[in-house]
């Protein structure tokens, strides 16, 4: 094979004019990074209600997060995040509807895309939690209840800090797996790096350097989420326990 | 409101249904593939041999970090371009292959992991009682060890399957007509997306439950 290699290529100027193909990069680099935070914060949150919800002692409460977890961890992403962006829209009232639909399109598409990734994640987040309160000793339960504290306050103050410890390491795969995923916003055009990578295909005909670049971007994420999850883990951990669910 | 209209449902079902058929023969070939190198690389992983392991930790480490949808890109760079100067332009489905090969490599990454902790997870004293009677070490791995370890880790694997199903709609990113792209492609015709996208999220709804369900009672029968 025949390839000629030109790294200079980040350096030159794209057709639009004023910035690099190397500006470009990090705008999706930013747009992937941006993605996936938020989405992470919509996961942690309905992800930790969903989950206390699961191992709460009342059938109506939990069938519905059953239901949760199921359909959203039975539906692929992919369509989920079409369902998210070219349905929702249609099935709103109008006046949201059409709100969303006369957005600027980077906003639609980032909002689906986040709303989606954390509704998704929010159901794996969710059997973590559910993982972490079952694997605490039932003898919290009981010195809650002897303490007079209501349900709402065992899960408050007894239940829910133990279990946000202890599910720390197991929340480290979710969260490298959120900024994963968030390359699936590339099929409804949002400009993350996969995005990126595949515009700088088209306009400047070296796929090598341009695969290579965001693969070594996302290898880079990979490492710094790690190495803070490491730290985190570290501070949090509750001596005696190691993390719950698999 | 809107107003639905699921008529031009029927009429494309055998399309849908091809599109299912490619689907599963991408699952089905990634499954395969996937676990018989998953296991060739989580046995290179444990083994003695440091540049042997540090290969195969490499491989795993390398594929698990990068998103599927960078990976289904890459192949559809490279497989078409090797296809091409091994076989010349004379070829069939370059996207299907791609898909094929990208799946089953990536595949083989997680499977692997799963596959080591299912080796890990038999005794210790299992190897060294089958050294003892004289076996290799190989035929210890194959009659001993391996044996045990895929009946602890059958429903872990089957989980993994049930993933690799809804991962395959992917595939949507080089344009191969899967279930999911077939789905698209009707709906964008007639005009009726917002039917054939519900319909298609209800069809991998259905398999995917049905499947996970199985795996659930299969784990409880093994957990006796």
Redesign the interface.
């Known amino acids: 094979?025949n390839y000629n290699w030109n790294w200079g290529v980040f350096l030159s100027e794209t057709p639009s004019g004023g910035t690099t193909y190397l500006a470009w990069l990090f705008e999706g680099l930013q747009w992937t990074v941006m993605l996936s935070l938020s989405a992470w914060l919509i996961a942690l949150l309905v992800g930790f209600v969903i989950g206390v919800l699961r191992t709460v002692p009342h059938r109506g409460w939990s069938t519905l997060a059953t239901a949760y977890v199921?359909?959203f961890?039975?539906?692929?992403?992919?369509?989920?995040l079409?369902?998210w962006y070219?349905?929702m829209p249609?099935?709103l009232p109008?006046a949201w509807g059409m709100a969303f639909k006369q957005s600027h399109p980077l906003t639609q598409q980032f909002l689906a895309a986040m709303v989606c990734l954390g509704l998704f994640t929010a159901a794996r987040v969710a059997e973590q939690v559910r993982a972490g309160i079952e694997s605490l000793p039932k003898g919290q339960w009981a010195a809650g209840q002897a303490l007079g504290f209501t349900l709402p306050q065992i899960y408050r103050y007894v239940l829910v800090p133990m279990a946000a410890r202890i599910v720390v390491p197991p929340l480290t795969s979710e969260f490298?797996n959120i900024?994963?995923?968030?390359?699936?916003a590339?099929?409804i055009g949002l400009i993350e790096l996969?995005r990126q990578?595949?515009q700088l295909?088209d306009y400047t005909a070296q796929?090598?350097e341009a695969?290579i670049a965001?693969?070594v971007l996302?290898?880079a994420i990979?490492v710094v989420v790690m190495f803070l999850m490491r730290r985190l883990e570290q501070r949090t951990r509750v001596p005696g326990f190691i993390g719950g669910g698999q | 409101m809107y107003e639905f209209d699921w008529s031009s449902i029927p009429g494309a079902l055998p399309l849908l249904a091809k599109g299912l058929m490619v689907t599963f023969e991408v699952t089905l070939t990634a499954i395969v593939v996937g676990i018989v190198w998953g296991t060739l690389l989580a046995v290179a992983r444990l083994s003695s041999n440091k540049l042997v392991s540090f290969a195969a930790a490499s491989y795993v480490n390398l594929f698990r970090s990068v998103p599927l949808v960078m990976v289904i890109l890459w192949f559809y760079l490279i497989v078409p371009q090797l296809l091409r100067s091994v076989f010349g332009d004379a070829l069939g489905d370059i996207r299907l292959a791609s898909a094929l090969i990208a799946f089953s490599l990536f595949e083989a990454a997680y499977y692997s992991e799963i596959i080591r902790a299912g080796i890990q997870s038999v005794a210790r004293g299992q190897i060294a009682a089958g050294l003892a009677l004289g076996m290799t070490y190989a035929q210890t791995m194959r009659l001993v060890v391996l044996p045990q370890a895929f009946r602890n880790m059958t429903p872990l694997l089957l989980t993994q399957a049930v993933i690799l199903f809804q991962d395959t709609s992917l595939v949507y990113v080089i344009g191969l007509s899967d279930f999911f792209g077939t789905a698209y492609k009707v709906g964008d015709r007639d005009g009726r997306l917002v039917e054939l996208l519900l319909f298609a999220g209800a069809i991998y709804f259905i398999i995917s439950f049905a499947a996970s369900q199985l795996v659930k009672r299969l784990q409880s029968r093994y957990a006796r």
Do not use: C, D, W
């Not at chain 1, 900024?179 to 699936?184: E, P, R």
């Open positions: 094979m199921e359909i961890r039975n539906i692929p992403l992919l369509v989920q079409f369902l070219f349905v249609e099935l109008e490298l900024f994963k995923n968030s390359a699936v590339t099929t996969s990578a595949q295909v796929p090598y695969f965001v693969t996302y290898l990979n």
